[in-house]
């Protein structure tokens, strides 16, 4: 298991205002509609999630440094545990033709609105329970999805990425170093449900038998 930070790059190219989000409007009733993934969620104002946002490349960057990290090619599988719409998975597909892909989401508006390029591939599930068979990829990829588990499924998350992988995994997750990050942090997210230290961290990927490599996002 290594420390790899693969999106810090993307993750500070939005500005964030973090008292904003929780001045202008009651922000435990926005997390509540956040939280059930649907279309405010995606395409709502932007106080509930990804407001609105759509396809724009940002994810280019990302896919091209996995297929070089973990040394992917034509033929290989990829599965994205917390797919959305598939941007990524889109993007795995422009950067190496030939590479299959498999997206899940918990979130049927999300599936049902997937990018038409990778729409066939993608499906409705639940990460604390793949719908694929032992050992099926070559790279898991989990991006800003299993922080949204309370902490005994996150666990039973991080175990079903390692069953199905048989190669590689990678997942990007919340944290904070400071204080400062952490009250950020509280701040702006809305679905988040688990946010640990680097530290702590490592010790859950440890007791889950998880065995791939990770990043934190951290609000600073």
């Not at 440094?65 to 090619?73: E, F, I, M, T």
């Not at 033709?97 to 599936?111: C, E």
């Not at 809305?190 to 038998?209: L, Y």
Request: charged share 25%; net charge negative.
């Amino acid at each position: 298991m290594a420390y790899r930070d693969l999106i810090k790059q993307i993750h500070a190219s939005t500005k964030r205002n973090y008292l904003q989000r929780v001045i202008e409007h009651d922000k435990a009733a926005t997390a509540v509609v956040s939280k059930q993934f649907a279309f405010d969620y995606f395409d709502g104002d932007r106080r509930y999630g990804y407001g609105g946002y759509r396809y724009d490349g940002r994810w280019v960057a990302l896919a091209k440094d996995l297929v070089q990290q973990y040394g992917l090619k034509a033929g290989d599988r990829v599965l994205d545990v917390g797919c959305a719409k598939g941007f990524l998975l889109h993007d795995f597909t422009e950067v190496l033709p030939g590479l299959l892909v498999a997206g899940v989401d918990v979130s049927s508006y999300a599936v049902e609105n997937g990018m038409e390029s990778v729409k066939p591939f993608l499906r409705v599930g639940d990460a604390t329970a793949l719908p694929y068979a032992d050992k099926s990829f070559d790279l898991v990829v989990s991006i800003n999805t299993i922080h949204n588990l309370r902490i005994y499924d996150l666990v039973k998350a991080l175990k079903e990425i390692e069953r199905v992988s048989r190669a590689s995994k990678y997942v990007i997750v919340d944290g904070y170093r400071t204080e400062q990050e952490k009250v950020n942090l509280m701040y702006w997210q809305v679905t988040c449900e688990c946010f640990f230290t680097p530290d702590e961290w490592e010790w859950i990927f440890e007791q889950s038998g998880y065995t791939g490599d990770y990043a934190c996002i951290y609000y600073e």
